[in-house]
């Protein structure tokens, strides 16, 4: 590691310590003795998310942070159980071996999460994402998840490619099925 006062190549380490998903290490440089920290990481081969409209965007952990942030503003839901959703979804999409994912597979993970975590912020998160059309559909969800009928996440994903499928035989869709394309 290179130091960031005098630019040597050699250093030690003099302190590692694990941080979630990382590893914070401490450092003291040989050659001027000065003493600076970095911050180890995965790197992750980045997946393609397809968008409603055909559009494909890297996968960006901080974009979704920042909905589940907004989703559960003012709630009680703890940064760290926001991560530890984030670094799920990431671990699930990343696992899976895909190039591309499907949008709405990333949004009903999350809203799966948030379902366990908080009512609240379940229905706020699931009102943008799912843009119901009217109050109705909103009390439809909401009497679902009194009721205890939310379907799973495989349920949903099962209905979504029927839908997407149905969708492209009409020839009215571009998206692709929810895990679209596998590695190798």
């Known amino acids: ?40 990481t995965v790197l992750r081969s980045t997946v393609q998310v397809v968008k409603k409209d055909g559009r494909r965007e890297d996968f960006d952990r901080e974009k979704l942070l920042s909905g589940l942030r907004s989703a559960c503003a003012k709630r009680t839901v703890s940064a760290d159980q926001l991560d530890a959703v984030v670094a799920d979804i990431e671990g699930r999409v990343s696992r899976d071996g895909r190039l591309e994912i499907s949008s709405s597979v990333v949004g009903e993970l999350a809203v799966d999460a948030l379902r366990s975590i908080d009512h609240i912020a379940y229905i706020r998160f699931a009102s943008v994402y799912r843009a119901f059309a009217d109050l109705d559909s909103l009390k439809d969800a909401l009497q679902a998840l009194d009721e205890g009928r939310v379907p799973s996440f495989d349920e949903r994903i099962h209905q979504l490619a029927l839908l997407e499928e149905e969708s492209r035989q009409e020839g009215s869709s571009e998206e692709p099925a929810p895990f679209a394309q596998s590695v190798g």
């Open 1 to 40: 590691m290179r130091c960031l006062y005098c630019h040597s190549e050699s250093s030690r380490v003099t302190d590692s310590r694990g941080t979630g998903n990382a590893v914070r290490r401490r450092r003291e440089c040989a050659d001027c003795g000065e003493r600076f920290t970095t911050l180890e």
